[in-house]
């Protein structure tokens, strides 16, 4: 693939969720984390619809809910609500979704641009998928109503929105306080392009990553057809959009106690070495970013590395070894 291409594939790389009955879309060079919803601070009367202050490394960033600006009713949170962090060239906030479906490559082709659109509509393009409608998001004229101070809004209770039992409250204010206390991610003012991205997932009970560079996609609901007479750490294949790719049971083929699938299977597609696979997990995690100083010692073989993050030790895989194995055989079908 020429370096142009690469460019362009990963400016087109979006991350969609859920919130009520739509899906929508934010760039992912403008997403630095996903996580469960925290508890927030709401100290006074704020502008904008804001539904809460969290505190992130070294800044207090605005957090929003799109409903709001699109005129839709917000119903109440609950712990299981997700955020989005997200980064534009100045400011840094976070978004309420109601859950994170996964990472797509959009092909432009498909992407219809809406003619009306002004600095203060959040959504300023669609994109047929499936044939379903996702909606993308304008992170830049989110940013443009957070700096305008206006409290031209519906007058909503925000803090009836949030959980009001005791073990709810609990675990969002236990979330808030790992999020104060993790250090694996430094930004300094006006340092927001953090050079280490990876998507974190669970094989087993144990924790692993690979860097966003290498996936191309990620997919919660993947039905998988076996092929007779391949490995067993190859558990089939799969069809997307037409491209048949294999899928790599990742358990087995790193040694790992294997128990059979779901027949739903929650996959990270990846590109490497020319080689595309999808990647059989457990369960998709975070997105994040942390410094390459919080990096234990360097590994050899399928794992590349180590580190801290939220007092939980993870594992990076090394993609370059992993495609480069020549007991992966991939057929062209």
């Known amino acids: 693939m020429s370096s142009s291409n690469l460019i362009e594939q990963k400016k087109n790389t979006h991350l969609y969720f859920q919130i009520g009955d739509n899906k929508y879309a934010i760039n992912s060079s403008n997403i630095l ?8 601070d709401y100290p006074q009367k704020l502008p904008n619809n804001i ?10 960033i605005n957090v929003v809910d799109i409903r709001f600006y699109l005129n839709i009713d917000v119903p109440g949170y609950t712990t299981h609500n997700e955020l989005l962090i997200v980064k534009t060239d100045e400011l840094i906030f976070g978004i309420v979704t109601d859950k994170v479906i996964g990472i797509l490559p959009f092909d432009t ?29 304008n992170i830049y004229a989110i940013e443009n109503l957070l700096k305008q101070h206006d ?9 009836s929105l949030f959980p009001q039992d005791e073990e709810s409250r609990a675990i969002m204010n236990k979330r808030t306080l790992a999020i104060a206390d ?8 006006g340092e927001l392009h953090v050079k280490n991205k990876y998507i974190s997932f669970n094989l087993n009970n144990d924790l692993y990553c690979i860097a966003l560079d290498f996936v191309k996609e990620v997919l919660k609901d993947t039905s998988v057809t076996q092929v007779p007479g391949t490995p067993d750490f190859i558990e089939g294949i799969m069809n997307l959009r037409g491209d048949y790719i294999t899928v790599l049971n990742l358990k087995r083929f790193l040694g790992l106690d294997a128990s059979k699938p779901p027949e739903k299977k929650p996959v990270i597609i990846i590109k490497c070495n020319e080689l595309k696979l999808a990647l059989l997990i457990d369960k998709i995690n975070e997105l994040f970013e942390f410094q390459e100083n919080d990096l234990l010692e360097p590994k050899d073989g399928y794992f ?7 007092n939980a030790l993870y594992t990076i895989l090394n993609v370059d070894k992993i495609t480069s194995d020549k007991k992966i055989i991939v057929t062209d079908m």
């Open 51 to 60: 539904v809460g202050l969290l505190k992130y490394n070294n800044f207090v």
């Open 182 to 189: 993790k250090s694996s991610l430094k930004l300094a003012s």
């Open 109 to 137: 082709a498909l992407m219809d641009a809406i003619p009306f659109v002004d600095n203060k509509m959040v959504i300023d393009s669609l994109y047929k998928f499936n044939q379903e409608t996702i909606f993308i998001v």
């Open 304 to 310: 590349a590395n180590e580190f801290i993050y939220n």
């Open 33 to 40: 984390e996903i996580m469960k919803l925290p508890a927030l």
């Open 151 to 159: 409290n031209n809004w519906a007058d909503v209770d925000i803090l």
